[in-house]
């Protein structure tokens, strides 16, 4: 149980995918100009993030490992997985609950190409890219909470730094400044805060 | 309106720099540009990935249906990508170690996708190596800037290859260079300075 908090502190707070692993920028630059497309856009990435990691692990332990094939398959193959599922997701809300699909349909797409998706189902499955200093080799349950932490995390920033830029658009900045780069001295004076966590538990 | 090949080069310098001027697939650039010799090597398999995949998408793409042609795109990337993982794994174990989860994180880096659907798609194979050239150089160029700025200040010397290129004596290094922050500052304040130059807010 102190295992399963521990990786889920990692995930969430201390290896922040945003701003500290710097993974998955494009979508959040894009979606966090207002509060109601990055609440759209984080719903779709736990959803979506969570999934595509169970994928990816049943696709890793139970066909590319025992196969032998993992080193040099891993990354069509779960590339493919997450961009078939992403487009399964999109058929069964559209069936399922088109109130649903309004709210999460324009971000499922641009999804595919989010590489914290990619990032989270590698790590996940073929743990040690980021070099927490956690024993490795995650179980079902451990790359669940392991997934759902990265995703909470990307959604917590990506909600902070739109209730942020919205504030900044009215703020009176340089000329040269105004739009993304501002929006790129914020995430680094945020990075910063997040800096702090380092460390915490001994992580 | 046909542009000339060279245009499709050059456009890729500056106009449409990946990074500056179409700001996108800035995590990969953020994360690598914390050492030169990192930066070369994200840049040359970024490239690389471009113009062989602008290529082969180019020659098959009257081939490829309308429908299904992303996940086509993307299976070609993840070759190429799968090529590079390996060879430098094989070759580079030091900076392979250093780049760890970026260069599968290729596969997904918007640029090459991007290129594919808007450029290779539609134009024949010169024009593609071109643009991927181009657009493949704007990126490299880009990063390797942020790479020295943040090495030389973040560090007080530039280590690339094992050989000590530049070393500031008496300078003291604000490390804040070298860390996450510091890329984040970095990257803002040269878009900002760009847009100082070409004379253009937003």
Request: with cysteine; hydrophobic share 60%.
């Amino acid at each position: 149980m102190q295992r399963l908090f521990l990786i889920f502190l990692a995930a969430f707070l201390i290896n922040n995918i945003l701003l500290i692993k710097f993974i998955g920028l494009c979508p959040f630059l894009g979606v966090s100009s207002r509060f109601d497309t990055s609440i759209g856009m984080s719903m779709a990435v736990i959803f979506v993030m969570t999934l595509a990691s169970m994928a990816c692990w049943g696709v890793w332990n139970l066909l590319l490992d025992p196969l032998g094939v993992g080193d040099f398959l891993y990354i069509p193959a779960f590339i493919l997985v997450i961009a078939a599922l992403v487009q399964f997701i999109e058929m069964v809300i559209k069936k399922v609950s088109p109130t649903l699909f309004k709210a999460l349909g324009i971000f499922l797409p641009l999804i595919t190409t989010n590489c914290a998706v990619l990032a989270a189902a590698t790590e996940s499955v073929k743990p040690g890219f980021w070099k927490l200093s956690l024993e490795y080799n995650y179980g079902l349950g451990e790359a669940l909470v392991y997934t759902i932490g990265i995703a909470l995390g990307f959604s917590m920033v990506i909600i902070m730094f739109a209730a942020m830029r919205e504030r900044i658009e009215i703020a009176p900045i340089p000329h040269s400044l105004k739009g993304i780069p501002i929006a790129f001295i914020a995430a680094g004076l945020s990075s910063l805060a997040f800096l702090g966590f380092k460390g915490l538990f001994g992580i | 309106m046909k542009r000339s090949v060279w245009r499709d080069f050059t456009i890729g310098l500056i106009e449409e720099n990946p990074l500056f001027g179409l700001v996108i697939g800035l995590c990969a650039a953020l994360a690598v540009s914390s050492k030169v010799e990192n930066a070369i090597f994200m840049g040359v398999a970024a490239s690389f990935v471009m113009v062989a995949s602008n290529i082969l998408i180019s020659v098959i793409r009257k081939a490829v249906p309308n429908e299904i042609r992303i996940p086509i795109f993307i299976v070609v990337i993840a070759s190429f990508v799968t090529i590079v993982d390996l060879t430098m794994k094989a070759f580079f174990p030091a900076v392979y170690a250093a780049l760890g989860v970026w260069i599968p994180l290729i596969v997904v880096n918007c640029i090459i996708l991007g290129r594919a659907e808007a450029f290779a798609y539609k134009n024949g194979v010169i024009r593609s190596i071109a643009d991927g050239l181009g657009k493949g150089l704007g990126y490299t160029l880009v990063i390797l800037v942020m790479a020295v700025i943040r090495e030389l200040g973040g560090t007080g010397q530039i280590v690339a290859f094992e050989n000590t290129i530049i070393s500031l004596k008496g300078f003291q290094p604000p490390q804040i260079l070298q860390s996450f922050p510091g890329a984040f500052f970095t990257f803002g304040l040269l878009m900002g300075l760009l847009r100082k130059l070409q004379g253009k807010g937003e």
